[in-house]
């Protein structure tokens, strides 16, 4: 079974900084794709940034110039830095993996993100 962990949620003030994680339970070269979205009350969930396998980049753009994804091969993880955050990057963020955009998704519990004013 597939295990996406996320952790590194909280509350910060704005322009402050957070680094989001994701620890896969299995290589995360098992999948082509990789990505971090989010969701805040009464919106529909977004994609914030994703990684390939091959490690080319996609972000929101709402979010460019502030959040980088990166990954860790060694310890099946992919993280999020956010930087010069905002009240309204406030949402849980979830991790998703999948093999294909087609294919099934997998995905993690969600850490809060809050950001005040």
């Known amino acids: 079974q597939v295990q996406l962990v996320e952790s590194g949620g909280g509350l910060v003030q704005a322009g402050g900084s957070l680094r989001l994680s994701c620890a896969a339970s299995?290589?995360?070269?098992?999948?082509?794709?990789m990505g971090w979205y989010r969701q805040a009350p009464g919106k529909q969930r977004e994609l914030v940034a994703r990684i390939t396998s091959g490690g080319t980049t996609f972000y929101a753009d709402a979010v460019k110039g502030r959040f980088a994804i990166s990954r860790d091969n060694a310890k099946n993880t992919v993280y999020l830095q956010m930087n010069s955050l905002k009240p309204e990057d406030t949402a849980v963020y979830y991790c998703k993996a999948n093999r294909a955009t087609w294919d099934v998704d997998y995905w993690g519990q969600g850490t809060q993100v809050t950001v005040s004013s």
């Open positions: 299995e290589s995360i070269f098992s999948f082509n794709f």
